[in-house]
């Protein structure tokens, strides 16, 4: 029912089976994902001469929170990167602690979401690389991530995502996916995303793979995110310190599944949704249109495990747009070294949060001072991806408000950091939950034909649906080594 289908197509999966020996591609396993370290040696030692965003297929090794942080040649570390947001930047005394997106390959985790879903279809050879073409519907990085695996597994791709995206999302899919769709609007407009999936379905060699309701989004979150944030924790907390929550924009909601393994290992921890102010569906169920790239939105997403959900927090897009060209602009950067005392090396880390990271680590400030958090609290996010995808961004926003400096970046810092409040900003009650729960059945039943029946069961049926889909991990590491044994590329090294 909420389980991914891991069924075996042998016609399908002897064609994947071939075209991986043709193209040298050895998967990794889930396990692998969360422990790096155990990557085979020679794969390891292949790695040291292939760069980050290389299109190779050892670079499906790179699908981990632990890589070095360098942009070819890296391996892996015990830590995940992260940023760490110091109080005089925050205005909160709790520490808020960022894993940073930005050294996956393609520079953004979603990498590791399109992975999560593609994974599980190819080594069952439901997906046929001899004859499907894989679709990846999109607010943009998930696509980028979909095109980026599929040339990596030499599997054809489709990329859809709206016409407004930041110019470099569609300069780098044209020469990455095999085919690019510009669908009207702006990251707002997911129902236009899927109406042209539906439109591209007609052809049976189209396999879509929706971020927004494939269950593979949260196993990959859950087993790789989720045990890296708890890693990161173990490794950064002072004696004394508390796992106080974490807080993810909803996007596809996968991350959300993250926070489902923290309220496991550290029960008391609250787990906050954000989403743009803009567009407050899950706070008021609102619409609009809003300038935070990479989440999208007037749904609730089939994978978002509400009755699991604490808090919902709505971030203003102008505060994530001024803070973009605080940390990423000379003038920005010497008020921060300047008056706020900050080291060169947290200065540049700050570069490392694209627009949806600064809105994650706003939804942080605001639930510490709901909960008035004190320095014995830690709270975490993710940052998606880093600032190397909005220079155009920044470029229009000197445009529009003139050239920048100090006296400016220290408003900015003022007003739409230190000066956050609690308002649009909801702790949830149960009927809260279902209420946001129930807002899936005018998307997936009424558009997408999904069935009431395991609608109601993401509510009533948690072992059944999402702890049973967070177990497949197992079962399709089983079927990754399978696969590469039929391969014989890892024996052969």
Known sequence: MGKIDLSINKVGLEHNIQKAKENNVIIPTIAEMQHPETIPEKIQAKLKNVGLWDVNP?????????????????????????????????????????????????????????????????????????????????????????????????????????????????????????????????????????????????????????????????????????????????????????????????????????????????????????????????????????????????????????????????????????????FNTKEGQKYLKEELKLSDELIEKLTWLGISGIANVLCCIKMAKYYELTENDVLATVLTDSAAMYGSRIEELNELHGAYNTAEARLDHELHMLGLKTDSLMELTYTDRKRIHNLKYYTWVEQQARDVKDLNALWYDTKNTWDAVHAQAAELDELINEFNEATGLLKAL
């Open 58 to 326: 050892l670079n499906l090794f790179r699908i981990t929170w632990k890589n070095e942080a360098k942009e070819s040649g890296g391996l892996f570390q015990e830590v995940p990167n992260y940023v760490e947001i110091p109080s005089e930047l925050s205005g909160v005394p709790c520490r808020i602690i960022a894993m940073a997106g930005k050294w996956f390959p393609t520079g953004c985790h979603k990498v590791g979401a399109s992975f999560g879903c593609l994974a599980p279809r190819l080594v069952t050879g439901q997906f046929d690389a001899n004859y499907h073409h894989a679709v990846w519907p999109s607010t943009g990085n998930y696509c980028r991530g979909g095109a980026f695996n599929s040339k990596l597994l030499a599997v054809d791709s489709v990329a859809i995502l709206p016409a407004e995206m930041s110019k470099e999302r569609f300069d780098w899919l044209s020469k990455i996916a095999g085919q690019v769709i510009a669908t009207p609007g702006c990251e707002s407009n997911v129902k236009e995303i899927f109406d042209k999936t539906w439109e591209l379905k007609q052809d049976p060699s189209m396999m879509i793979f929706n971020q927004f309701e494939e269950m593979g989004n949260p196993l990959w979150h859950y087993n790789v995110t989720g045990y890296a944030l708890a890693d990161l924790f173990e490794a950064v907390k002072k004696p004394g310190q508390n796992f106080a929550g974490a807080c993810f924009t909803s996007g596809s909601a996968g991350t959300m599944s993250a926070g489902d393994l923290l309220k496991e290992r550290y029960p008391q921890l609250k787990l906050g949704v954000g989403e743009a102010l803009q567009c407050p569906t899950i706070l008021e169920n609102g619409f609009g249109g809003h300038r935070i790239e990479g989440i999208g939105d007037k749904h609730i997403p089939w994978i978002h495990n509400v009755k699991n959900t604490d808090m919902a927090i709505a971030i203003d897009d102008e505060d994530s747009q001024r803070l973009l060209r605080l």
